[in-house]
């Protein structure tokens, strides 16, 4: 007699755990198709973003420039020539980049540094400055 109610009681307890799983799983999710049209909806409207940006914060696009291609590349070429654009890369502000030379003896920054350190005036490892 135990083992009938023992099993009885088993096959009641794995009929509801089916019966859960298969109730959550539809009820929590879309379907595929219902995820490609949002997705085509979505790159239609111009609200999804390319590379590291965030989703709906891509500009509106704007169609077709007003200006002829010889035009843009001619302005193109001035600015290199005035040097006005960034080197090829992560493109860095003028100001921000280092210069290599110091008016200050090793031995000076070292002390300086040294003294910051025991102050705690320094950044943690991998902090930007805040400009």
Same mark, same amino acid.
């Given at each position: 007699?135990?083992?009938?109610?023992?099993?009885?009681?088993?096959?009641?307890? %794995?009929?509801?755990?089916?019966?859960?799983?298969?109730?959550?799983? %539809?009820?929590?999710?879309? *379907?595929?198709?219902? !995820?490609?049209?949002?997705? +085509? @909806?979505?790159?239609?409207?111009? @609200? $999804?973003?390319?590379?590291? %940006?965030?989703?709906?914060?891509?500009?509106?696009?704007?169609? +077709?420039?007003?200006?002829?291609?010889?035009?843009?590349?001619?302005?193109? +070429?001035? /600015?290199? +020539?005035?040097? @006005?654009?960034? #080197?090829?890369?992560?493109?860095?502000?003028?100001?921000?980049? %280092? $210069?290599?030379? *110091?008016?200050? /003896?090793?031995?000076? !920054?070292?002390?300086?540094? #040294? @003294?910051? !350190?025991?102050?705690?005036?320094?950044?943690?490892?991998?902090?930007?400055?805040?400009?």
């Amino acid at each position: 007699m135990k083992m009938k109610t023992a099993l009885s009681l088993i096959a009641t307890v %794995a009929a509801a755990m089916v019966a859960q799983a298969a109730y959550a799983q %539809a009820a929590s999710s879309p *379907s595929r198709a219902e !995820v490609k049209a949002e997705a +085509k @909806k979505a790159v239609k409207e111009g @609200k $999804t973003a390319a590379g590291e %940006a965030t989703p709906g914060a891509a500009p509106a696009a704007t169609g +077709k420039s007003d200006k002829a291609r010889a035009d843009v590349k001619a302005e193109t +070429k001035a /600015a290199v +020539k005035e040097g @006005k654009t960034p #080197k090829a890369g992560e493109a860095t502000p003028a100001a921000a980049t %280092a $210069t290599g030379t *110091s008016d200050k /003896a090793r031995a000076d !920054v070292k002390a300086e540094t #040294k @003294k910051a !350190v025991k102050e705690g005036t320094t950044l943690p490892a991998g902090e930007a400055t805040k400009k």
